[in-house]
């Protein structure tokens, strides 16, 4: 797939908002939100329950545990929990994605994060979960050949995943390009993982998610204004199609079970807005609900939730259409 270089064609990577404004990595997950409720307060059974209940549904375990890992008690759960019960698969991949998730943050060692992941992929080696956190760790502070390395390991074990695609798209979205504004890499990658994934798979939004990670990354680097509407980002002729592809497959294709449908749904509603469609938007945002996701909004605004706010009250017919909000960029590493 990394090989592949196709042109372009005409028409053929972190959480949600609630009312206090605060961001909340499980979703609309309402089970995971009680077995974290539950470890928080020393009680294991309900997290060691749903993981169980997961099963091999690999992107659902992946969002349980990586959601569980970012609680600042992650890693003293896994710990306790291990000790109760030495070998425990689900308590090893707890504390690998845990010291992890603190390695991202600075706050441990990456080469300690490594060893537990490598340990958790040994005990489970048929799980991507392991490998999510190394695809993590490569993302945020290693080479881009780790990264790739790390990918082709997970995708051998889940060929979809959605996460990981994610993740991928953000690191190769950082490659310089040269020649035509819609001409890179990253979004050919896209276009093909979400052409070779089966039709109902919600990979057929990563084309929209390239687009807004290269923003990023242009934005970063001065190459283009930070506001997306300001650059035309989203109005070039692959963009407008790739727009309408993705919204399109929404329609007939949304999966209101997948773990991490507001992720995309977020990615659509902020595609849409910046190219100036409100009333395909308004559908997203309605859908949305108050699980507002900080990427790709940081990507825009340093306030992410009032990014979120506004672009919705826009779509809605409720805010101020003259209003325009500053524009930034964020560190996208744990996206």
Not at 55 to 68: F, I, M, N, S
Not at 183 to 193: R, T
Not at 256 to 285: I, K, Q, T
Request: charged content about 25%; aromatic content about 6%; glycine content about 6%.
């Amino acid at each position: 797939m990394l090989g592949a270089r196709r042109a372009p064609t005409e028409p053929p990577g972190e959480t949600a908002g609630d009312a206090s404004g605060a961001f909340d990595a499980a979703l609309d997950d309402a089970e995971l939100r009680t077995a974290r409720d539950a470890l928080a307060q020393g009680r294991r059974q309900a997290a060691r329950s749903l993981l169980v209940h997961t099963g091999d549904d690999w992107d659902r375990r992946g969002h349980r545990l990586t959601a569980l890992a970012q609680d600042a008690r992650s890693a003293a759960w896994a710990t306790d929990w291990l000790a109760a019960e030495p070998g425990s698969a689900d308590a090893t991949t707890l504390l690998a994605l845990a010291l992890v998730h603190r390695a991202v943050c600075g706050e441990e060692e990456p080469g300690r994060a490594r060893e537990a992941c490598d340990t958790a992929a040994a005990l489970v080696p048929d799980d991507p979960t392991p490998w999510l956190g190394r695809l993590l760790l490569a993302r945020a502070l290693g080479p881009e050949r780790e990264v790739l390395a790390v990918f082709a390991e997970l995708r051998r074990r889940h060929p979809e995943h959605h996460h990981a695609h994610h993740l991928l798209v953000a690191r190769l979205a950082e490659r310089p390009a040269g020649g035509r504004a819609e001409a890179h890499e990253v979004y050919d990658v896209a276009e093909l993982a979400a052409a070779e994934a089966p039709a109902d798979s919600p990979l057929a939004v990563l084309p929209v998610v390239a687009y807004a990670e290269r923003h990023r990354v242009l934005a970063a680097t001065g190459l283009a204004p930070a506001g997306p509407a300001a650059c035309g980002h989203w109005s070039g002729p692959r963009a407008r199609r790739i727009l309408r592809a993705c919204f399109d497959w929404w329609l007939e294709w949304e999966h209101d079970e997948h773990p991490r449908r507001h992720v995309d749904l977020n990615h659509l509603a902020f595609a849409l807005s910046c190219a100036g469609r409100p009333a395909e938007a308004a559908a997203l945002f309605q859908r949305i609900g108050a699980h507002a996701t900080p990427a790709p909004w940081s990507y825009a605004h340093p306030d992410p939730l009032a990014a979120f706010r506004t672009a919705r009250a826009r779509a809605l017919g409720h805010g101020d259409t003259g209003a325009r909000a500053p524009y930034t960029t964020s560190d996208p590493r744990t996206k």
